[in-house]
């Protein structure tokens, strides 16, 4: 996802838009960054508790 370019499209459209246009993009836009949050968050803590044994489970000795 191109940021900056996803920004200057906003921007441009703040600026020509009335109030609750705008209002209702901002609230989207937060929408949108809380969204990507919370999957960011729910890698992060992911990775943690990998990173924690991360040996764990991988090998193991069977005997007949």
Do not use: C, K, Y
């Not at 919370?38 to 508790?49: G, H, K, N, V």
């Not at 991360?54 to 007949?64: H, K, L």
Request: net charge negative.
């Amino acid at each position: 996802m191109d940021i900056a370019a996803l920004n200057n499209t906003v921007l441009s459209a703040l600026n020509s838009a009335s109030t609750p246009t705008s209002e209702a993009i901002g609230v989207a836009m937060l929408s949108n960054q809380l969204d990507v949050s919370q999957s960011m968050s729910d890698s992060l803590i992911r990775a943690m508790e990998l990173s924690v044994n991360p040996a764990v489970g991988g090998n193991f000795d069977v005997s007949v």
